[in-house]
């Protein structure tokens, strides 16, 4: 098996290489726990879940660490506002992110290390870029990296070190204005540790290297996150975690596109972000993962919840159609587990599927054959060809595996929609009932048009009849 990604740092698709035979290290940029998390961490969190997924069925071993950032100048920032210490506040988002990532169904990392609890490697690290005359201390107890010190420097984000503007950090101290913090002397009143030059906090981009090293070593496979983190983030801790080493970081640089909201960012300081709490009250989980499959994940997204809404409409169609199958057969197939689940795909769909995710997690193409799958699936239902049907059904179980789709048990996920629908509607499940059993009254009566103005009413009101053999259904639409 050959899979590709497309490497940050080369621009092109490059093979993914397990150094260890059959064993993958994955490394993905947490979040910065000071608020909740939008549609944009959630498609981040998905684009690793999807990658780590994939991996897995395929065979592959693999470690997965996403970090926690719970400190930082925007937690402290935070904190100071709401009034609470920054470690009660990162504590506090911890907690709604774990809720967030669970809705979302993304499978738990091998490791979840949080910044404050690696401060030692951190040091360690600080220390051996300063003896190597990579980083310098000022007076007020903060280190910078001598970016001029290390000649590779731009090379992840593309660009020249002449070309590039000062840092964040504004202190007049530093050698050059384009050097950033490895650490931050303490001021007053904020959070600190002890290090060899005061009392301070680590920089963010130091947090990431030691925490990634020190779980997977150096150098590891995949280094991942959002795109805004090319620069100065990942390109940071290329400097520093190389400097220090004298050997690569990582081998393939992995970066999901931003969401979009008509042609602007989604960003909180637009105001045109959503929560994924608020996402969460108005669709499935899957509909949202459904909507960022539908792109490649490199390309950026637009995001609206009118696409999301139909997002959950396709799901809708695909559910059905294996709920049929499932009628038919007495019930859903055994989930299939993770691991090793397209190991060597079977059928010549799921060859496809496979050819489709190897090629950089084209999952967008993928789906397409999902889809094609279901409308096979329906037109054998039609058929009555039972035994074809169920086979289908099972090669959908792997989707389910690899992509985090379809992970429902259908009659569930319908009964679920149904209900979801039927709330928005206003009406209530009595009354509902009530309009069919008059509007059954109607056609006893041979009143047709009586029948079909009750028909007509529930269907502005946003419900669907549908008279199968075995009496009226009804659908919120
Ligand atoms: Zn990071």
Known sequence: ????????????????????????????????????????????????????????????????????????????????????????????????????????????????????????????????????????????????????????????????????????????????????????????????????????????????????????????????????LVFPHHENEIAQSEAAAGVPFADLWVHNGMITTGAEKMSKSLGNILSIGEVAAQAPAEALRLL????????????????????????????????????????????LPVDGALAEPPTPFLTELCAAMDDDLNAARALGLVFDRMRELNRVLDAGDRAAASAIRRELAAVAATTGLLTEVPATFLETARRRGQERTGLSVAEIDAAIAARNDARRRKDFREADAIRERLREQGILLEDTPSGTMWKAG
């Open 1 to 228: 098996m050959a899979v590709v990604l497309t490497n940050t740092l080369s621009g092109r698709k490059e093979a993914l290489v397990p150094r260890e035979a059959g064993r993958v290290r994955l490394y993905w940029c947490g979040v910065t726990v000071y608020s909740r998390s939008h549609v944009g961490h959630a498609r981040a969190l998905v684009t690793a879940d999807v990658l780590c997924r994939y991996l897995r069925a395929r065979g592959l071993a693999v470690t997965f660490v996403r970090n926690f950032t719970d400190i930082d100048d925007k937690i402290i920032r935070r904190a100071a506002e709401v009034g609470i210490p920054a470690a009660e506040l990162a504590e506090r988002e911890i907690r709604a992110f774990a809720e967030d990532v669970a809705w979302l169904r993304c499978l738990p990392p091998t490791h979840e290390p949080r910044a404050t609890e690696h401060i030692p490697a951190m040091l360690a690290l600080i220390e051996q870029l300063v003896a190597a005359g990579f980083a310098y201390a000022v007076p007020d107890g903060s280190v910078y990296f001598r970016v001029r010190r290390f000649p590779a420097y731009g090379k992840l984000s593309h660009r020249r070190l002449d070309d590039m503007e000062a840092g964040e950090e504004i202190d007049a101290a530093k050698e050059d204005a384009r050097d950033f913090a490895l650490w931050k002397g303490a001021k007053p009143g904020e959070p600190w540790w002890s290090s060899p030059w005061g009392r301070g906090r680590p920089g963010w981009h130091i947090e990431c290297s030691a925490m990634a090293t020190g779980y997977l070593g150096q150098p590891f496979e995949i280094h991942g996150g959002g795109s805004d």
């Open 292 to 335: 960022f499959l539908g792109t490649h994940y490199r390309t950026p997204l637009d995001f609206s919840p009118a696409r999301l809404e139909e997002s959950g409409r396709a799901l809708g169609r695909l559910y059905e159609a294996l709920a049929r199958a499932d009628e038919v057969a007495g019930g859903p197939p055994p989930a």
